[in-house]
C-alpha cells in the first residue's frame, strides 16, 4: 500500500520556468511533509517541509503547497536552474499515539530535468 | 557533505550469505534510521533507533537485524542474503525524536548479492 504517491516519475522543464512536482498521500494522520532531492551516487538531501496547520512554505526559490483536503501537495520551483536536475522525494510521517516519531514514508521520486 | 558516514560503499555478495553495514551519525545526533531503496522504488524505512533504543520499525525482515551502540553509531545486519535483497541502503540521523527534526542521509552502502 504506498500511502504516498509521485504519479510522474520525469519531468522536463526550460531553464528559467516553473517546475511543479506534485505528491499525492492517502493516510489522513500524516502531519508533517518534507522534499528532498537527490543526485546521483549521493544520499537525499532535505530541502523544505511544511506542517500540516500551515498550507504554504517558501524558502528562497522553493514553495511548497500543502491541500489538506485532497491530500495533495506540490513543490515549485522558480527558476529552475541546471543544477536543480535531482531526483525528488516527497516525504510524509504521522505523530503516533503516545509520542513523536520520525518515521518517513517516501514516495517514488520524480527526476527532474532542467534543459539549458 | 551530510555528516553522515556509511561504510562499505559497495558490498558484493553470495546468496545465503551474511553482512553487516556501519553508520555514524552526525555528531550531536541521537536518532539513526535505516532505509533501503531497492530498483526503481522510493525508500522504505526499515528501522529507527533513538539514543540506544528502537523506537520504530517499518517493514523490517526478520532476517535482518539492527542495533544502536552506545557511541551512537549503528549496525545493520543482514543475514541468509537473497537476490532480491540487492539494494541500497541507506542510514540518516536526526538530533531529536520528533516530526520536526529533518533527517541527514549517508551516501548509502550499495549491496550487491550474487
Known amino acids: 500500500d504506498q500511502q504516498v504517491k509521485q504519479n510522474s516519475p520525469s519531468l522536463s522543464v526550460q531553464e528559467g520556468r516553473i517546475s511543479i512536482l506534485n505528491c499525492d498521500y492517502t493516510n489522513s494522520m500524516f502531519d508533517y511533509f518534507l522534499w528532498y532531492k537527490k543526485y546521483p551516487a549521493e544520499g537525499p538531501t532535505f530541502l523544505i517541509s511544511i506542517s500540516s496547520i500551515k498550507d504554504k512554505n517558501e524558502d528562497g526559490r522553493f514553495t511548497v503547497f500543502l491541500n489538506k483536503s485532497a491530500k495533495h501537495l506540490s513543490l515549485h520551483i522558480v527558476p529552475s536552474q541546471p543544477g536543480d536536475s535531482a531526483v525528488y522525494f516527497c516525504a510524509a510521517s504521522a505523530r503516533t499515539y503516545g509520542g513523536a516519531t520520525n518515521k518517513l514514508i517516501f514516495g517514488t521520486g520524480t527526476l527532474l530535468a532542467v534543459q539549458p | 557533505d551530510s555528516g553522515v558516514t556509511q561504510t562499505p560503499k559497495h558490498l558484493i555478495t553470495a546468496t545465503g550469505q551474511r553482512v553487516t553495514l556501519r553508520c555514524s551519525p552526525r555528531?550531536?545526533?541521537?536518532?539513526v534510521y535505516w532505509y533501503q531503496q531497492s530498483l526503481d522504488q522510493g525508500l522504505q524505512f526499515l528501522i529507527q533507533?533513538?539514543?540506544?533504543?528502537?523506537?520504530a520499525k517499518g517493514n523490517i525482515l526478520e532476517r535482518f537485524s539492527a542495533q544502536q551502540f552506545p557511541d551512537l553509531h549503528s549496525e545493520l545486519n543482514l543475514s541468509s542474503l537473497e537476490l532480491g535483497d540487492s539494494a541500497l541502503y541507506f542510514c540518516?540521523?536526526?538530533?531529536?525524536?520528533?516530526?520536526?527534526?529533518?533527517?541527514?542521509f549517508g551516501n548509502g552502502t550499495r549491496l550487491t548479492v550474487t
Open positions: 540518516a540521523s536526526s538530533v531529536q525524536d520528533s516530526t520536526n527534526s529533518p533527517l541527514h
Open positions: 555528531s550531536g545526533d541521537l536518532s
Open positions: 533507533y533513538y539514543n540506544g533504543e528502537e523506537r
